[in-house]
């Protein structure tokens, strides 16, 4: 049986959740997760967006996912705050799209719900349900958590394909 590897994106500017989940038959595993978090840097936005896209591209070159799974902006913050988050989804875009892996975007809703159940599940839900379905006793950071829920609903939908 082959190994299907994908990597979840959580975008934004200021912190960015990747996880890394593989199926094996119907049987899904944590492979790691982790967050490249370039905070408030001198020079702004261009230089935390450069930090972004070599983590992003470093992830992709050291585990080499066979597909990237991207969480789509939430619109329902403020215009300025939509406008941040699809700058670093551009980024994630442009790392995956440079190293060559399929791409797959999923709304918000469509991600809580096939962990949760629930499209409109809080996020300590979603964190929850992670660590549940991939049987993680640590601690996971929430952003990392909703990378790694992004790539639980593109196992579960590519399977169902």
């Known amino acids: 049986m082959s190994t299907y590897r994908v990597l979840g994106i959580d ?6 959740g990747l996880g890394i989940v593989d199926r094996e ?19 702004d936005v261009p230089s935390r967006l450069r930090v972004i896209h070599e983590g992003i591209a470093a992830v992709i070159a050291e585990f080499s996912p066979d597909a990237v799974a991207i969480e789509e902006a939430y619109y329902g913050k403020s215009v300025q705050s939509a406008l941040r988050i699809g700058e670093g989804r551009g980024v994630a875009l442009l790392a995956a799209a440079q190293a ?8 918000p809703a469509t991600v809580k719900k ?19 379905l991939l049987c993680i006793a640590d601690e996971v950071q929430e952003d990392a958590a ?6 639980i609903c593109h196992l579960n939908r590519a399977s169902s394909r």
């Open 114 to 132: 096939a962990v949760t159940g629930s499209g409109n599940a809080h996020k300590s839900q979603v964190g929850h349900m992670v660590k549940v």
């Open 146 to 151: 909703d990378a790694l829920a992004v790539a």
């Open 100 to 107: 060559g892996v399929a791409i797959e975007q999923y709304p």
């Open 25 to 43: 038959g119907s049987r899904l595993s944590v492979v790691a997760w982790r967050t490249v978090a370039p905070g408030r840097m001198k020079g």
């Open 11 to 16: 975008p934004g500017t200021r912190v960015v």
